[in-house]
């Protein structure tokens, strides 16, 4: 039987991987803290100005890398849908523009403007969440009730592998557009992210005092591409962007409550999972969104493992099994569960997040959150040989 040019790549990698041992063998307890070289350079979004300018200093310093990456996006997008739905969308990019809600729109316009991009090819980078990121996300308490939040953001799989260097391009592109973001309203801080340059939604986030967020890829039958194809050719607005419903949350909610509440109940255009942790003890929770409705794990629902003391959710339903070629999550699980809550901290997460294959070749930044000091930070990642693909 002859594979297809697809199959053949991963099988090939698969028992590669397999011959080099590259599978879970501890847990790491000294990654933290990380170099300073590993530090994500900071920049302030202003609220306050005007939509079309917000984006403007940002763009200056990394517009020219954005260029850069565009192309890479495209062939991402079409390997997973076929040329000819690919064409549908990008053809009714500019008019998907225009259909955002305010000030999203205007807000792609100047990131348009200021790297010199085509608003088509801004939108299409806008909505590539839509298309594949694979992430870890863990909440844990500690035994006085202090959360700490943290998560893997991967992205990149089956795109561009460097047989040379064995990293996958379009993770390697993102890591020089990974910035912290200093969201400012009034003069002061609403709420910091770790985000990429040109990118205007949110996929993780501390709002200081009230609560965190991560958000990890949910695969479903009626997922992203549905949503789009309704939005273009059925003019279906009555659906919210995954990413720009989170940033709405992040500016207008106050509490952990009224956040879970947006979050689990609005309409989607893509399924997702929405990690969310607050203030309180116990305020954590995993929400498995499909477009329509959720379901809601909650710190301390369950007697072992994640509901527990923590909650990890990797890119797979919590009431399922992981698939064998993708489980992050039992080794995530082992970690914290040999760690113990007496240890909680964010130096754990970040512990549990660099062991191999939660940290991966995908891996493009770790970040950790604490709600009450407000405190984020966030590295860039490499995963030194041997190290799993995804």
Known sequence: MKLSPFLAFVTCLYFSILAQGQQFQKCEKDAYPPDKHMEIPVYIVDLDLPPLQRWAPLMKDKGPLLVDLVDDVKMLITSLVGERVFEIIFNSLSKVATTLPYPFYEELVGISAFSELPLSIVTLYNIFYEALTLCTSIIAQD??????????L?????????????????????????????????????????????YVGVLTAVKQDKFTFSLDKR????????????????????????????????????????????????????????????????????????????????????????????????????????????????????????????????????????????????????????????????????????????
Request: net charge positive; glycine share 8%.
């Open 143 to 152: 035994p006085n009730g202090q959360l700490y939040h943290g998560r893997n």
């Open 154 to 198: 991967d992205t990149g799989v089956f795109l561009g592998w460097d047989k040379k260097n064995h990293t996958w391009k379009v993770a390697e592109k993102l890591k020089p557009l990974t910035v912290e973001l200093d969201w400012k309203k009034n003069g002061s801080t609403l709420f910091r992210s770790v985000s990429f340059a040109g």
């Open 219 to 390: 695969f479903a039958l009626n997922g992203g591409f549905m949503g789009l194809l309704e939005w273009i050719l059925f003019d279906n607005y009555k659906q919210s962007w995954v990413t720009f419903l989170t940033r709405e949350v992040l500016e207008t909610a106050e509490n952990y409550d009224e956040a879970q509440a947006k979050l689990s109940k609005t309409r989607l255009l893509a399924p997702v999972y929405f990690i969310l942790g607050g203030t309180h003890p116990r305020e954590g929770c995993i929400i498995t969104r499909d477009r329509d409705n959720s379901n809601i794990l909650t710190l301390g629902s369950q007697k072992t493992g994640s509901g527990s003391w923590y909650l990890v959710e990797t890119n797979y339903d919590h009431w399922k099994n992981p698939p064998f070629f993708d489980d992050r999550r039992t080794p995530a699980n082992r970690c914290m569960i040999e760690s113990g809550q007496k240890n909680a901290s964010l130096s754990l997460i970040y512990n549990v997040l660099s062991t191999k294959p939660v940290l991966n070749k995908e891996t493009v930044y770790t970040s950790v959150m604490d709600v009450r000091s407000g405190q984020l930070q966030g590295w860039i990642r490499q995963c030194p040989d041997p190290c799993w693909p995804w």
